[in-house]
Structure formats: structure tokens, C-alpha cells
């Protein structure tokens, strides 16, 4: 599997591009604000044919570019169902202190097709098998994606697991008490060797978040 890192313009967000190889078909995932120009110069220069954009939840810094992606591609959007209205309005994920920080002077439009995904749920694109995993508390639709390549296991994160970290729950649609149910119940079950790719920062790996992740310690100790 090959997977390509953008970092976007504001907040530090990843945005990954899986595929099986150059040439080949490949997955949008997370496409935030500035990086519709930088992910067309890498498609043309790896020679990859988006098939869908994934969104692991519905804040701007992770939609942003998610119109204009769908759009040129002529693919639809895929987002757990209960995040699925901030395609709609995304101001309602921010509250207005955040959304000046992004800009007002935002114009606005939903991608043409959005597909709702469902907890558990299997889907099948360019060739990878990805599984929904609903783990709400950063927001109320935010989703873990787990997938298998030939090197081992793959979660993208989005704003739920980082790095030494989680996600914030002070944001319209967080909680606290889902994230830690969330962490409890869906992360700490993964496999050690899962490589997780988070919403920001750097990629890792389960055991290493189990062994020093101090929010994944204190799930564990109260498992």
C-alpha cells in the first residue's frame, strides 16, 4: 500500500492519499484547507485516479477542500451519518470564535453526493477493504478507518487517537464521557502493531500510545 502525507495550510491537518501502488486507482482522506492544488500536482505526478474522499468527522480543517476534491474527481464524499449535516453547514461543528480563525468569508457549498456510513459497516475502494469504527467524543460522527495493507494493519485516526494525545471534547457535538467510552471500547481493543495515522501530527503505533499515551493509560485503568 502506498500512502502519501499532505500537511494542509492551517491547523496542522494530515491529509492522506491510499492506493495500491502508482498508476493506480486511490482514496482522498481528510483533504483540509489550501490542499486541493498541492493533492492535483501529486495525483498527475503519481498517476492516481481518486475513486472517493473519506472524512473521518465533519470539522472545516478536515472538509475543507472536500467540495472542489469531489468535484474535479466526480466522487462522492463518504462520512459517518451522525457528522454527515456538517457537509451541510460546517459552522455548526465550530461555534464562531473558531470560524473566524478559519474565515468568514467562507463560501460554502456541499460536495454533490454525500454517502452516510454506518458503524461497522465494510465498504470496498480502489482495491482496499476499509471498516467504519464510530467513535464519538471529539465530535458526535467522528470515525476511526481501519484497513489492511501487505506491511500490517492501518488506522486513520482523525481527531480521536494522536500521538501522546486525543482529540479535544469542548467543540460543538464533543464529550467527554464518548471519548473516554470511545477509547475504552475501540481503540485500546486494536491490535499492538496497528500503525495509526492521526487527523495531526506524526503517525505511531498502538503499543506505543498503549505504553505512553497518558489518556490511553488511564482507559486502560479503568477498563
Same mark, same amino acid.
Given at each position: ?27 482522498? &482522506?481528510?483533504? /483540509? ?7 492535483? %500536482? +501529486? ?7 481518486? &475513486? ?8 472545516? %480543517? ?14 462522492? *464524499? ?6 454527515? #449535516? ?7 461543528? $465550530? ?16 460536495? %454533490?453526493?454525500?454517502?452516510?456510513? =454506518? %458503524?461497522?459497516? =465494510? $465498504? ?5 477493504? $476499509? ?8 465530535? *458526535?460522527?467522528?470515525?476511526? $478507518? #481501519? ?16 500521538? /501522546? ?50 489518556? +490511553?493509560?488511564?482507559? *486502560?485503568?479503568? #477498563?
Amino acid at each position: 500500500m502506498l500512502i502519501e502525507t499532505l500537511v494542509a495550510d492551517a491547523f496542522g491537518t494530515n491529509c492522506y492519499v491510499l492506493s495500491a501502488g502508482p498508476g493506480s486507482e486511490c482514496v482522498v &482522506v481528510d483533504p /483540509g484547507i489550501g490542499i486541493a492544488p498541492r493533492l492535483e %500536482d +501529486l495525483l498527475a505526478d503519481r498517476g492516481l485516479k481518486p &475513486v472517493a474522499v473519506i472524512l473521518t468527522h465533519g470539522h472545516l %480543517d478536515h472538509t475543507f477542500s472536500v467540495t472542489p476534491v469531489c468535484g474535479a474527481n466526480d466522487v462522492p *464524499a463518504l462520512i459517518h451519518a451522525d457528522d454527515a #449535516h456538517l457537509l451541510a453547514d460546517p459552522t455548526r461543528g $465550530f461555534g464562531a470564535n473558531m470560524m473566524s480563525l478559519v474565515g468568514t468569508g467562507l463560501e460554502w457549498t456541499e460536495p %454533490d453526493e454525500v454517502r452516510a456510513l =454506518d %458503524d461497522g459497516g =465494510d $465498504f470496498e475502494l480502489a482495491g482496499m477493504r $476499509f471498516t467504519v469504527d464510530h467513535a464519538p467524543g471529539h465530535t *458526535a460522527g467522528s470515525a476511526m $478507518f #481501519h484497513t489492511a495493507g501487505d506491511e500490517g494493519l492501518y488506522t486513520l485516526s482523525g481527531d480521536v487517537l494522536f500521538r /501522546g494525545a486525543i482529540g479535544r471534547t469542548d467543540l460543538p457535538g464533543g464529550s467527554e464521557t464518548a471519548m473516554w467510552d470511545s477509547l475504552r471500547r475501540k481503540v485500546l481493543p486494536l491490535d499492538d502493531a496497528t500503525v495509526v495515522l492521526p487527523g495531526h501530527g506524526p503517525s505511531t503505533t498502538i503499543a506505543a500510545e498503549r505504553a505512553r499515551n497518558p489518556y +490511553l493509560k488511564r482507559a *486502560a485503568a479503568h #477498563h
